[in-house]
């Protein structure tokens, strides 16, 4: 053997008693070794610290390394009556092992090394498509440097980026977010975290964490994001949203039953509210009672919300009562509100256009009412137009059909003629159809106490959606803003509905799983997050003219993973190599607006 050679023992596990530096206490931690003879010494060398919390019994230590030394040496399915969870052990440290370097027997291989291609054998595919535009988006905003501030420990810093980047990555619950960071993702490949050694409860640790500093890491990404695109914080939008318990929630003092967007009435309900600005991006959220709407004035929840007294709120049709307009315009406050009165009203004669990016072209009527001194501007939209004439049509449809049974069937014989009769079932249909009941006249013909015929005649009700389809009405205390600029900023409303679907359907805000309060809240404030990290992605890549949501950009990159390929070379040893796949031509583009590396974990190669 050449001067200064090692020889490789076979590697094995064993227990260490270690001292904390901190207490002087001592505990135990488990270590995979190997004893290497250099010359004339033999010595242990650490290949890889398992941990305190290692789960495998001592009973299966042996073959589990010897497991791993086959998979470190190509042998895939040599053993193949091992437990399930040895054989998934083992993957995870022999992958370790290669990607850290330690425990294989020979150096990195030469340019030039002899392979055998029919031997080739891929493993463990990790996905980083995703994960890298997630980390893209944490290095922006500075997040972990301020969680490091405020005293959050790197163990659960490396736990808040999982569940952080799989919420955009892998909506789901905290605990399906453990199983896809251990089993799917190379997320920890690129932060050089092991998650598969990582429990479930360090996530939830992190979660508590996250909530415990809303405050700090708000203001930061808020702060971020306005730096990063030049903007300033010039309308405050004010909206809520809500997303419903599965299982018992008993023990959730904020959960109560109300009026679910998801129509899921059946279950107890909270409530997530948010202020942004109009740009899109969370300055504050905060979590109320799921029947707010009901039971919780508007002046507690910007109060809690923090909506500084100028702040313009801009309310969907749903929130706009008449007393809470009231309450605004006493308090001070700005508003811009769909109107809730039933009756429209358009002068198409004084109505101005204008061009929109879309190519529509609203038509904007402003009118200033005298007594209430706000100002109502009444908008007509060809596109909304079309949908309303199409579903008054399909309306009027259904009950006219109905309206054609029924006179029919008065010509059948023993049919119920009587006026009574008659007059009831017309009463349940018109409670049937009552979205369009109120535009017809009808008259029964009775004669001899029989009716002998129904008739109707179509009459739309003037100011109605079947009289004015396509127009809607804003009311605002602004008097001294002109229409379009009234009409723009109040499209930014329809850019917050957009905020609650992309929480809800792309970042898993829907349903709670969790029994613990404190759990509730950070997983809604998770959500909120992974919200703001995506918009800062989605508005760099606006800027570069790539528009899509982010369900379409999370599908371009998830095909995007790390793979190892595996060869038995020609001198019987073998080589490792792990590598991402290379970028598609339609992930190319998102790569470069973000200006990413597309080489995810660079390139890893190991002769065993």
Not at 11 to 37: H, K, N, P, W
Not at 342 to 357: H, L, P, Q, Y
Not at 377 to 392: D, F, G, I
Request: with cysteine; proline share 4%; charged share 30%.
């Amino acid at each position: 053997m050449p001067p200064g050679a090692a020889d490789h023992a076979p590697m094995f596990i064993r227990r260490t008693q270690t001292r904390r530096a901190a207490d002087g206490s001592s505990y135990s931690t488990c270590r995979l070794v190997r004893s290497e003879r250099r010359g004339d010494k033999v010595r242990q060398r650490t290949l890889l610290n398992l941990g305190r919390h290692f789960e495998t019994e001592p009973a299966a230590w042996p073959v589990l390394c010897a497991r791993i030394e086959d998979l470190l040496n190509g042998q895939q399915a040599l053993l193949a009556e091992l437990p399930e969870a040895v054989e998934t052990e083992a993957h995870r440290i022999a992958a370790l092992l290669l990607a850290r370097g330690v425990g294989v027997a020979a150096d990195a291989p030469a340019d030039g090394v002899a392979v055998h291609p029919d031997s080739m054998a891929l493993a463990r595919p990790r996905s980083v498509g995703v994960e890298q535009a997630g980390l893209w988006a944490l290095e922006q905003v500075g997040l972990m440097p301020l969680l490091e501030e405020v005293g959050v420990n790197g163990a659960l810093r490396a736990a808040a980026a999982g569940l952080i980047v799989g919420r955009m990555a892998h909506p789901a619950s905290e605990r399906e977010t453990h199983r896809w960071l251990g089993r799917d993702s190379g997320l920890g490949e690129l932060l050089g975290v092991d998650y598969e050694a990582m429990g479930a409860m360090q996530l939830y640790r992190a979660s508590d964490a996250l909530v415990q500093h809303r405050d700090a890491i708000e203001a930061r990404l808020y702060e971020r994001a306005m730096d990063l695109f030049g903007l300033s914080a010039t309308v405050t939008l004010f909206d809520l949203t809500n997303t419903y318990f599965e299982g018992d929630a008993d023990g959730q003092p904020l959960a109560r039953h109300g009026h679910s967007k998801e129509k899921r009435n059946d279950r107890p309900l909270l409530t997530l509210g948010l202020v942004l600005d109009g740009s899109g991006f969370v300055s504050r959220s905060r979590v109320f009672a799921g029947n707010v709407r009901e039971q919780t004035t508007l002046q507690g929840m910007l109060d809690g919300l923090g909506a500084p007294a100028e702040a313009l709120v801009v309310m969907d049709r749903g929130i706009a009562t008449e007393a809470r307009i009231a309450w605004l315009r006493e308090s001070g406050y700005r508003y811009l509100v769909v109107s809730r009165q039933r009756r429209r009203g358009f002068d198409a004669k004084t109505a101005e256009a204008i061009d929109t990016a879309s190519g529509r072209t609203p038509h904007l009527d402003r009118q200033v009412c005298g007594d209430s001194g706000e100002v109502r501007l009444n908008c007509y939209s060809e596109a909304r137009a079309q949908k309303e004439r199409a579903m008054v049509e399909r309306l009027r449809a259904r009950y006219e059909a109905d309206l054609e049974r029924l006179a029919g069937s008065l010509s059948r014989p023993r049919a119920r003629r009587r006026p009574e009769q008659v007059h009831e079932r017309l009463g349940r249909l018109k409670a049937k159809h009552r979205r369009v009941a109120r535009y017809y006249t009808l008259s029964v013909v009775v004669e001899r106490d029989r009716v002998e015929a129904v008739a109707w005649t179509r009459d739309p009700t003037k100011g109605s959606r079947a009289d004015l389809p396509g127009v809607y009405c804003l009311r605002t205390n602004l008097t001294d803003w002109e229409a379009e600029r009234l009409w723009r900023t109040h499209a930014t409303l329809t850019d917050l509905e957009a905020v609650f679907r992309c929480l809800k359907s792309e970042l898993g805000l829907r349903p709670i799983h969790h029994r613990v309060p404190r759990r509730t809240e950070g997983h809604l404030f998770i959500a909120v997050v992974a919200y703001q990290l995506v918009q800062i992605v989605r508005r760099r890549l606006r800027d570069r003219g790539l528009a899509d949501s982010w369900t379409t950009l999370r599908n371009r990159l998830a095909t995007r993973c790390r793979v190892t390929a595996t060869f038995r070379c020609a001198d019987g040893r073998t080589l490792h190599l792990r590598k991402a796949t290379a970028p598609e031509p339609h992930q190319q583009p998102i790569y470069d607006a973000l200006g990413i590396d597309p080489d995810a974990g660079g390139f890893v190669k190991q002769l065993v």
